[in-house]
């Protein structure tokens, strides 16, 4: 079945510092991918998402690039705040299921 | 515009009782999901209901069964609570034209059993 792998964290970062995150998926036909985040004691939201490939998602800094022939969707972001400290998923969906299938998740912690 | 909203928040019950969880959608939306954010299990997907129809289920027990309303909210019930439900439980909500469309989450709500 379908599956998402993305890097174990936790990662930790001083301001200003750059990230990524890598984000690899395993699927058949053409998913939807997605990055959400998680601030603490809080629900999921959703950061950017790409439909097909070579689209670039992009909010609040933060870049991914839909790559379908490494079958990737690593986030990026060239400045962290510490106001980025959360935990990040990665996930796809394919149309007909509508289920989104998550990656483990990524604590990013930005120290001052 | 009002969020997907989730009650309640925190809910603690025993062994062996039964647990009623429940999500208003964002307004328009007919679709809702339920997944179940466990420690050390990540997020898995456990329902999705449309137009008041169980379209698909994820890989849980029949004690996990739920329902949506002609207004598009909906109720997760499990029953038989056990020990490894104690979880994060999720809603999320998406427009009728799902293609391409994100999901849209609510805060949770906290599930603890004792």
């Known amino acids: 079945g379908d599956s998402v792998t993305q890097m174990e964290g936790p990662v930790t970062l001083s301001e200003e510092a750059c990230l990524t995150i890598?984000?690899?998926?395993?699927?058949?036909?053409?998913?939807?991918l997605f990055w959400y985040v998680q601030y603490p004691g809080e629900g999921l939201q959703l950061l950017l998402k790409a439909t097909k490939a070579d689209d670039k998602g992009s909010n609040k800094g933060f870049e991914a690039t839909y790559r379908k022939e490494t079958t990737s969707f690593h986030l990026e972001k060239g400045s962290v705040q510490v106001s980025d400290s959360a935990v990040y998923f990665c996930a796809l969906s394919q149309g007909g299921s509508e289920k989104l299938v998550f990656g483990k998740g990524t604590k990013l912690t930005v120290n001052p | 515009e009002a969020g997907v909203t989730q009650s309640p928040t925190h809910l603690i019950k025993t062994r062996g009782q039964q647990a009623t969880l429940r999500c208003s959608p964002i307004s328009g939306h007919t679709s809702v999901y339920w997944y179940q954010q466990a420690l050390g299990l990540g997020l898995q997907f456990l329902l999705w209901y449309d137009e008041g129809e169980e379209r698909n289920r994820g890989n849980f027990p029949p004690r996990f069964s739920g329902r949506q309303f002609p207004n598009y909210s909906s109720e997760l019930n499990v029953n038989a609570l056990e020990l490894e439900d104690s979880a994060l439980y999720l809603c999320a909500s998406s427009p009728r034209q799902r293609q391409n469309q994100p999901q849209h989450f609510g805060d949770g709500t906290r599930l603890s059993i004792l």
């Open positions: 890598n984000c690899t998926y395993t699927a058949t036909g053409y998913p939807s």
